[in-house]
C-alpha cells in the first residue's frame, strides 16, 4: 500500500479558534483528475480504503487529497464538541483548496451524506462540479434514520437529559452520540426532498451492511430520480467493503471515472 510517502500538512478552517483551527491533511501531488478522500464517522486517512486509493493514485501519477475531520485521526480537537456541521466545513475547505480542478470525490458512510451536502452548497456558491461521486454505503441522514429512530426510549432520554450517550462499538471504543450531535444532524436531513448530486454517482453497497442496510441505499436512490446513478451491489459485503475484491471494485469504479 501507498507506494510513495506523503507528507502532513496543516488546512486552516475558516471561522474556527484555537485547537479546532486546522485538520490533518496528506496531498499527493500528480497531474489529471484530482481523488479526494472522504471519510466516515471515527475513521481517518490511514484506512484500507484510503490507503488503496492513494497506492492507485501513485501508481497512476494522480494527484489525491486524503484527510481527517476535525476530532478523527491526527487532526485535533474534541469529538463530543464536534458536529456534522463541523466536518462539513471540513470538507469543503479541502474542496477549495484545489480551486477549479474537478476532482473524483470518494464519499465513505458518513463521508457519502457530506458528500452530497457539499456539493449542493457548492453548486450554491458557484463552484465546479466534480467529475464524479463515489459513495460507499452513503449514511445520508444517518443521525435521524439510523441513529435517533433506531434508539430505544431509553438512549433517547440519556441524550435528551445527560448530553450524551455512549454506543458500544463493533470497530472499538463506544462513541459518543450527543445532543448537540443529533441536533445538528437535522438541520442537515436531505430526504423528504429531491437530491441533486451535480455529477455522476457510483454507489458501492454491501448486500449484508448492518449499519447501513440495502433498504437505506434504495430510499436514496427514490431521492436521485433525475440523477446519472450507477449502484453496485456486493453480494457478501458487509460496512467497511474493505476485502481485496471489495477493493478492487473499487478502483475500478475509480478508475472509470478519473
Not at 479526494?36 to 464517522?41: A, D, Q, R
Not at 453548486?123 to 463515489?134: A, D, F, M
Not at 444517518?142 to 433517547?156: D, G, I, Q, R, Y
Amino acid at each position: 500500500m501507498a507506494t510513495f510517502q506523503t507528507s502532513l500538512e496543516w488546512l486552516p478552517i475558516a471561522n474556527r479558534i484555537g485547537v479546532n483551527g486546522r485538520i490533518a491533511i496528506r496531498r499527493r501531488a500528480g497531474q489529471g483528475t484530482p481523488i479526494v478522500w472522504v471519510g466516515g464517522f471515527r475513521s481517518d486517512m490511514m484506512s484500507t480504503k484510503a490507503l488503496a486509493l492513494d497506492d492507485f493514485a501513485a501508481t497512476r501519477g494522480l494527484p489525491m487529497i486524503r484527510f481527517d475531520y476535525s476530532a478523527h485521526g491526527e487532526s485535533p480537537g474534541d469529538f463530543e464538541e464536534m458536529t456534522l456541521s463541523d466536518w462539513l466545513a471540513d470538507t469543503l475547505a479541502v474542496l477549495e483548496s484545489l480551486g477549479e480542478a474537478r476532482p473524483v470525490i470518494v464519499g465513505s458512510s458518513m463521508g457519502g451524506w457530506i458528500t452530497l451536502l457539499a456539493m449542493r452548497e457548492r453548486h450554491r456558491l458557484g463552484k465546479p462540479n466534480p467529475k464524479g461521486l463515489i459513495l460507499i454505503a452513503p449514511a445520508v441522514d444517518f443521525t435521524e434514520e439510523l441513529m435517533w429512530n433506531a434508539f430505544p426510549e431509553s438512549v433517547k432520554q440519556a441524550i435528551l437529559h445527560e448530553g450524551v450517550y455512549y454506543q458500544p462499538s463493533a470497530y472499538g471504543d463506544p462513541y459518543p452520540i450527543t445532543k448537540k450531535f443529533i441536533e445538528d444532524g437535522r438541520r442537515q436531513l436531505m430526504f423528504g426532498a429531491p437530491i441533486t448530486p451535480h455529477a455522476p454517482v457510483h454507489i458501492l453497497q454491501g448486500v449484508k451492511d448492518p449499519d447501513v442496510p440495502v433498504s437505506h441505499c434504495e430510499r436514496l436512490l427514490t431521492h436521485m430520480p433525475m440523477a446519472d446513478v450507477t449502484v453496485s451491489y456486493v453480494p457478501e459485503g458487509d460496512h467497511r467493503l474493505s476485502r481485496p475484491e471489495d477493493l478492487e471494485l473499487l478502483i475500478r469504479a475509480v478508475e472509470r471515472m478519473v
